[in-house]
C-alpha cells in the first residue's frame, strides 16, 4: 500500500507562484507514475499533470501547460508540482495520485492511490 499526503496549499494572488509537496509512506515511489489532479467547487476532476516513474516524461493538462512543472525526487519518495502564474481559474483542491501502469495516462481511474488533497485558492 502507498499513503500519500499533499502539502503546500494555501492561499495566493492572481500571478503569484505556489509549489505543492507529495510524500509518500508505506512503499517506495519509484516504480509508479505519479499524477497530480484538481476537482473545484461543482466541477469534474481534472488531470493536471503526471511524470514518468524515471522522471524523463511528463504530461500536462491543457489548461496549465507552461505554467506548471512537475518533478520528482525518488530519493525523498516526493514529488512537486511548481505552479506558477496562477489565476483565479487554479482554484481547487489538488490531489496526488500513483499509477502502476506502463504509460502516462490521464484518466484518473488509472490511478489507484490518492492522497487527500491540498487546497489551492487564488484570488483575483
Known amino acids: 500500500q502507498v499513503q500519500l499526503v499533499e502539502s503546500g496549499g494555501g492561499l495566493v494572488q492572481a500571478g503569484d507562484s505556489l509549489r505543492l509537496s507529495c510524500t509518500a509512506s508505506?512503499?517506495?515511489?519509484?516504480?509508479?507514475?505519479m499524477g497530480w489532479f484538481r476537482q473545484a467547487p461543482g466541477k469534474q476532476r481534472e488531470f493536471v499533470a503526471a511524470?514518468?516513474?524515471?522522471?524523463?516524461?511528463?504530461e500536462y493538462g491543457d489548461s496549465v501547460k507552461g505554467r506548471f512543472t512537475v518533478s520528482r525526487d525518488n530519493a525523498k519518495n516526493t514529488v512537486y508540482l511548481q505552479m506558477n502564474s496562477l489565476k483565479a481559474e487554479d482554484t481547487a483542491a489538488y490531489y496526488c495520485?500513483?499509477?502502476?501502469?506502463?504509460?502516462?495516462?490521464?484518466?484518473?481511474?488509472?490511478?489507484?492511490?490518492w492522497g487527500q488533497g491540498t487546497q489551492v485558492t487564488v484570488s483575483s
Open positions: 511524470l514518468s516513474s524515471t522522471g524523463t516524461r511528463t
Open positions: 495520485a500513483a499509477s502502476n501502469r506502463l504509460v502516462l495516462l490521464t484518466s484518473e481511474s488509472n490511478y489507484g492511490y
Open positions: 508505506g512503499r517506495t515511489i519509484s516504480q509508479y507514475i
